[in-house]
């Protein structure tokens, strides 16, 4: 018996037996600041960003807890601006699915990014970004999830107010 309900030693974020996946992204930015600004949507700021994020995935396992490595390539689209919000950027990151229950399933990541430019909001051009998750299970190859995203420096440098996005994601797993 364990001590969490919920729990499952499988990993819901990929198939029985796969061993990758692939993923597509889409955000819409909430505005810029701290985690606050993130987490609380009276303080979200919708702004003309979108980023959109191709992902690939292998799974792992992380103090015991399911979890996926990931490399993602990513666009963030600016409009109407011209100091630098627009911005490519790769990366890896680690998430970890802390709960699963009837193919429902939660978890929280991190990773660095490197972009190709700085700009009012963050001046450095390696970020680290903060996502958490609600995924869904459609079957052993489709999942959807819904997740918050963070980018910012670590204040490594005196201009560091963040980006903050909400999207949603589709996954397939191979």
Not at 2 to 24: C, E, H, R, V, W
Not at 107 to 120: E, Q
Not at 122 to 133: I, Y
């Amino acid at each position: 018996m364990t001590l969490f309900p919920f729990y499952t030693f499988a990993n819901p974020m990929f198939g029985d037996d796969k061993q990758n996946s692939i993923g597509i992204h889409i955000a819409q930015s909430t505005g810029h600041g701290d985690l606050g600004h993130l987490i609380i949507p009276a303080d979200w700021r919708i702004e003309p960003m979108t980023t959109i994020m191709l992902e690939y995935s292998q799974p792992i396992r992380f103090l015991r807890l399911p979890g996926r490595i990931n490399i993602h390539a990513l666009q963030n689209f600016a409009y109407n601006s011209s100091d630098g919000r627009s911005f490519g950027a790769i990366g890896i990151s680690w998430d970890i699915a802390f709960l699963s229950w009837c193919d429902f399933y939660l978890g929280a990541g991190l990773g660095p990014y490197m972009r190709d430019s700085g700009d009012d909001y963050v001046t450095s051009r390696l970020v680290f970004g903060e996502r958490v998750f609600i995924g869904y299970r459609f079957n052993d190859r489709i999942n959807a999830e819904i997740f918050t995203l963070h980018f910012s420096n670590g204040d490594f440098t005196e201009t560091n107010h963040g980006f903050n996005f909400i999207g949603t994601g589709f996954r397939y797993s191979f």
